[in-house]
């Protein structure tokens, strides 16, 4: 069976960074596409970043804030979130698909259970 564990969410002050992690088990996904979504309270769930061995993708909004990386051996990946903005709060998902990236959630078939992060101002 399949499982995405997400931690690292919490609250933080505008300005301030998070880091949240994504473990997986079940399988691996060494040649899959890995991403993180995020839903706030009345809003669509949409697309943060996504990496494959393609290269690393990011939505406009948070480019040259949030960092998204991989450990193969450990089947985990990361989401490295500076420069806080109230606005980045939401609830994180992470997500993993075979094949590329895509910012569509519904290509995705595994999802983690989300974390929740709040940034104040």
């Known amino acids: 069976q399949v499982q995405l564990v997400e931690s690292g969410g919490g609250l933080v002050q505008a300005g301030g960074s998070l880091r949240l992690s994504c473990a997986a088990s079940g399988r691996t996904f060494s040649s899959s596409a890995m991403a993180w979504f995020r839903q706030a309270p009345g809003k669509e769930r949409e697309f943060v970043a996504g990496?494959?061995?393609?290269?690393?993708y990011y939505a406009n909004s948070v480019k040259g804030r949030f960092t998204i990386s991989r450990d193969y051996a450990k089947n985990t990946w990361y989401l490295q979130m500076n420069s806080l903005k109230p606005e980045d709060t939401a609830v994180y998902y992470c997500?993993?698909?075979?094949?590329?990236?895509?910012?569509?959630?519904?290509?995705?078939?595994?999802w983690g259970q989300g974390t929740q992060v709040t940034v104040s101002s």
């Open positions: 997500a993993a698909r075979s094949g590329v990236v895509t910012t569509t959630r519904y290509d995705y078939n595994y």
């Open positions: 990496i494959r061995w393609t290269g690393e």
